[in-house]
């Protein structure tokens, strides 16, 4: 493989490659350095999502807080980092709640998504390049944005999903 | 913007863009056609994912039949084919999912996810650029693939998730 375009965010590879099962085609693939986004999920069960311009489909999207884990990172340590940077808050309790593939057919990025509980504030300093709204809200009105298309964004939808399913599984109080 | 790299699947543009919210920030992107994903039932209820071997991983990654959109091919035609081509099979009845943005951060991609039912034998010529083996299993199975982290496929976890809420809220058979 070649490296056919060199960015800062990804680079792109090039070459005619000779696969297991006797295939030789030519493949594409982004090199990206993965990426990890974050559930923060507050005392009273709120979550806090953020909406941010995304230039790809000249919009605002409402995402998991999110970002790129730095060299010598470790998905954890960006994740508290991202967390801090994006939203001015730190977390006691953290969880590894699933990694994903958002494009396995031309990208090797992968994006681990964590939970955080326990929350408490911890102003940081947010990235010149983005400008970044959080909105909190009740699990179930992100549900229904996602139902109607508001929230499509894969990393998002992964955590909703999980998210809800777990707290169908809770023990339902004694009545 | 400017196209700096032009590939097979996907091209990259680049360009120093002013953005609502005052930013000006070099932005990347990745351009690529949009892609449709199925998750086929079976009359059994069993469903059948695809491995194929991803560079980008250098290993057999398990998702969903899935391919990218051609030219003049609304989604729901594109899935249709692609079910064909990969699996050798139509259905009779089509309903859409979800559908997902993989990566908006970087790239343009959004994925249409379709579940197929009443399924038929149709068979189709396979992509030769592709080594695909379905395999047919219950659902439970491959939830548990996903929890063992064998299944990370982001539009793969999204359907498995949304089938298996919709199986758990449909009405349970009188005891």
């Known amino acids: 493989m070649k490296i056919v375009y060199e960015g800062p965010v990804f680079s792109v590879e090039s070459g005619i490659l000779a696969e297991p ?8 693939i982004v090199r990206h350095s993965s990426s990890v986004a974050i559930l923060p999920v507050h005392a009273d069960k709120r979550i806090t999502l953020v909406t941010q311009y995304r230039c790809a489909f000249r919009q605002q999207i409402i995402e998991l807080p999110a970002g790129r884990i730095d060299r010598g990172e470790t998905p954890l340590q960006a994740a508290k980092r991202e967390l801090r940077e994006e939203l001015g808050l ?3 309790r953290w969880e590894r709640l699933q990694r994903i593939l958002p494009s396995p057919g031309y990208s090797d990025e992968a994006v681990t998504i964590f939970r955080a ?59």
């Open 90 to 92: 730190g977390a006691r």
């Open 21 to 28: 099962g006797g295939v030789r085609a030519r493949r594409d």
């Open 117 to 175: 509980t326990e929350l408490f504030e911890s102003p940081g300093t947010p990235d010149p390049d983005e400008r970044i709204k959080p909105i909190t809200m009740p699990l179930s009105s992100a549900v229904k944005l996602m139902r109607l298309r508001r929230i499509q964004d894969a990393k998002t939808v992964v955590a909703l999903l999980q998210e809800k399913k777990r707290r169908s599984k809770s023990p339902v109080p004694p009545r």
